[in-house]
């Protein structure tokens, strides 16, 4: 059975930092596209940061130079670094990994706030 498990999230301050993981169970996660998308209420889940089987990566504008998407295959793991949070980071972000087929974690909530 695939699982995709994110954790990390939590309150922080503007200007804060967080590091989100999602670990993956069931499948050879270096195989897969992984990316990170966030989805806040009454907003469509978007792409956040993405990385490539190969390790190219690619991010939205609105998180360049913040937000850094790493992985450890060894791990089964890829990574978010969140840096200078603002308070419309705030959402549910999700890990999904794509390859054949495709599969969505459960989410961890981000929550930017004063």
């Known amino acids: 059975q695939v699982q995709l498990v994110e954790s990390g999230g939590d309150l922080v301050h503007p200007g804060g930092s967080l590091r989100l993981s999602c670990a993956a169970s069931?499948?050879?996660?270096?195989?897969?596209?992984v990316g990170w998308y966030r989805q806040s209420p009454g907003k469509q889940r978007e792409l956040v940061a993405a990385?490539?089987?190969?390790?190219?990566?690619n991010y939205a504008d609105s998180v360049k130079g913040r937000f850094t998407i790493s992985r450890d295959n060894a791990k089964n793991t890829v990574y978010l670094q969140m840096n200078s949070l603002k308070p419309e980071d705030t959402a549910v972000y999700y890990c999904?990994?794509?390859?054949?087929?495709?599969?969505w974690g459960q989410g961890t909530q981000v929550t930017v706030s004063s």
């Open positions: 069931g499948i050879i996660f270096s195989f897969y596209h």
């Open positions: 990385i490539s089987s190969g390790g190219n990566t």
């Open positions: 999904n990994a794509r390859a054949r087929a495709q599969y």
